[in-house]
């Protein structure tokens, strides 16, 4: 089992940072791989980074890469997102999930586990 609360979400102008945090609350969050994922008004929830258990390995969407940084910190059961050069597309609502086993980790269906999400605006 696994509880997660994302926070950090806001409004921002094109060109600036935000930094996202996920709180995760189990007895087990160091074991799963984290994820954050977003999705626009009208659109499909779609992926943006992951991170292994250890952070030894990250995976970004083309979309996001070399601008998005994701990170965790498991003493504090907490993984964070870092988007830089912040560009209108990039406004969604952000989720966080976790899983203990994926295959592919740009997949939705494969996270068991989710956040209510928070909306970051990213204006023109």
């Known amino acids: 089992q696994a509880q997660l609360v994302e926070s950090g979400g806001g409004w921002v102008q094109a060109g600036g940072a935000l930094r996202l945090s996920c709180a995760g609350f189990?007895?087990?969050?160091?074991?799963?791989?984290m994820g954050w994922f977003r999705q626009a008004p009208g659109e499909e929830r779609e992926f943006a980074a992951a991170?292994?258990?250890?952070?030894?390995?990250?995976r970004y969407a083309d979309s996001v890469k070399g601008r998005f940084t994701i990170s965790r910190d498991n003493a504090k059961n907490t993984v964070y997102l870092q988007m830089n050069s912040l560009k209108p597309e990039d406004t969604a609502v952000y989720y966080c999930?976790?899983?203990?086993?994926?295959?592919?980790?740009?997949?939705?269906?494969?996270?068991?586990?989710w956040g209510q999400g928070t909306q970051v605006t990213v204006s023109s």
């Open positions: 999930a976790a899983t203990q086993r994926a295959e592919n980790w740009r997949s939705t269906k494969e996270y068991d586990y």
């Open positions: 189990g007895r087990t969050f160091s074991s799963y791989t």
């Open positions: 991170i292994s258990w250890s952070g030894g390995t990250t």
